[in-house]
């Protein structure tokens, strides 16, 4: 990473934590194209955050404020036999690009795991690899009580799942909307390496589609039912902020494109 960009990542972290100062926890907005839902970050104990994760939310804060998950993709709505209900939506992983192509998100160092608050339905944990340290920047909403007991229970499988965020007020009517969308099977379609240039077709085997969706042959004919997202602060930042920001997203895009 070059001087110039780091100095403006210092700068806009001070700008933007100066605005989130009112507030005892970051709030970050998930706005999709199936409706908008908050979450409050669990830096500090509070009304919603049991337990606390602050590297992790951290961690999350980076990609937020690099432009990371600017029209990320949510690419999973899991209903597994073993649950029998539902489980979990995902995302943080994949985003479409500028030029329409299926994207994998550039990840910083995994992060410590950082299990404190049971995965309880609304809660925002880190998703990961059965190798404990190793979520990057993808994350999933519970739809339910997937705490559970030994050995399914996502709070005793392997150390936990980081808990680092909660729903607040009524969002869980928005994931819900996009989990009621049930899912369909991208991953057997016309992936080529123009669509598919990270690999990462067989992500797609639970992914949850907007309406209207049919059948489909090729990515392309499928790119504009992707549910996607843009993931922001709240409050939104003033206008300094914004513009550090701008050149924050411009160095981001730069950096997938050289990837």
């Known amino acids: 990473m070059s001087r110039a960009i780091s100095i403006c990542l210092v700068a806009a972290a001070f700008l933007l934590s100066s605005q989130t100062a009112r507030a005892q926890n970051p709030v970050v907005r998930f706005a999709t194209t199936e409706g908008s839902f908050d979450i409050e970050l669990c830096e500090e104990l509070s009304t919603l955050c049991l337990g606390v994760a602050p590297g992790t939310v951290t961690n999350f804060l980076n990609y937020v404020d690099r432009g990371d998950y600017q029209n990320s993709i949510i690419h999973r709505n899991a209903v597994p036999p073993k649950y029998g209900t539902e489980f979990v939506i995902q995302g943080g992983g994949f985003f479409l690009d500028v030029d329409q192509q299926i994207r994998a998100i550039p990840t910083d160092p995994p992060v410590t795991n950082t299990f404190n608050q049971s995965n309880k339905r609304g809660t925002v944990a880190m998703a990961r690899s059965a190798e404990v340290n190793s979520a990057t920047s993808q994350w999933f909403v519970n739809l339910s009580d997937n705490g559970g007991t030994a050995p399914y229970g996502l709070d005793f499988q392997n150390e936990g799942f980081t808990v680092f965020g909660v729903v607040t007020g009524d969002g869980m009517v928005t994931v819900d909307a996009i989990a009621d969308l049930g899912y369909w099977l991208m991953d057997h379609i016309g992936f080529t390496p123009i669509y598919d240039p990270d690999s990462i077709r067989f992500a ?26 843009n993931i922001t602060r709240v409050p939104e930042p003033g206008p300094a902020t914004r513009a550090i920001a701008a050149g924050i997203a411009l160095a981001a895009i730069a950096r997938r494109r050289a990837k």
């Not at 085997?205 to 039912?225: H, Q």
Request: hydrophobic content about 50%; charged content about 15%.
């Open 204 to 229: 797609f085997n639970e992914t949850p589609m907007r309406p209207g969706m049919a059948p489909v042959s090729v990515a392309e004919d499928a790119l504009p039912f992707f549910i996607t997202m």
